[in-house]
């Protein structure tokens, strides 16, 4: 069983940053691939960031592509630095985790959190 909490959530401003973090417990946590999904209200959850087991490689969607990095440490920490924020960027952020990136892509993880909301607004 893995349990995961996010942090850092907040308001920021039109072109501020902020840096998510999520805290995993429980057995065999390094062994998971990882990630963070988003939710705004009345859409679908999507697809934001994913890193793989080792932190060698890692996916975004093309909407965050050169403003976000995900990364994670050695301990069990998986982080998400958001630059250039926008208000379209404002919604609930997940952290997950999974057997494998691909799973955490399409929203199949095994473990998620329960959340961390991102407000962007002036």
């Known amino acids: 069983q893995v349990q995961l909490v996010e942090s850092g959530g907040g308001l920021v401003q039109p072109g501020g940053s902020l840096r998510l973090s999520c805290t995993g417990s429980?057995?065999?946590?390094?062994?998971?691939?990882m990630g963070w999904s988003r939710q705004a209200p009345g859409k679908e959850r999507e697809f934001v960031a994913a890193i793989t087991w080792s932190g060698d490689k890692d996916y975004y969607t093309d909407s965050v592509k050169g403003r976000f990095n995900i990364s994670r440490d050695d301990a069990n920490t998986l982080s998400l630095q958001m630059n250039s924020l926008k208000p379209e960027d404002s919604a609930v952020y997940y952290c997950?985790?999974?057997?494998?990136?691909?799973?955490?892509?399409?929203?199949?993880?095994?473990?998620w959190g329960k959340g961390t909301l991102v407000t962007v607004s002036s």
């Open positions: 997950s985790a999974g057997s494998n990136t691909l799973r955490v892509r399409i929203g199949e993880a095994d473990y």
């Open positions: 429980g057995r065999s946590f390094r062994a998971y691939a």
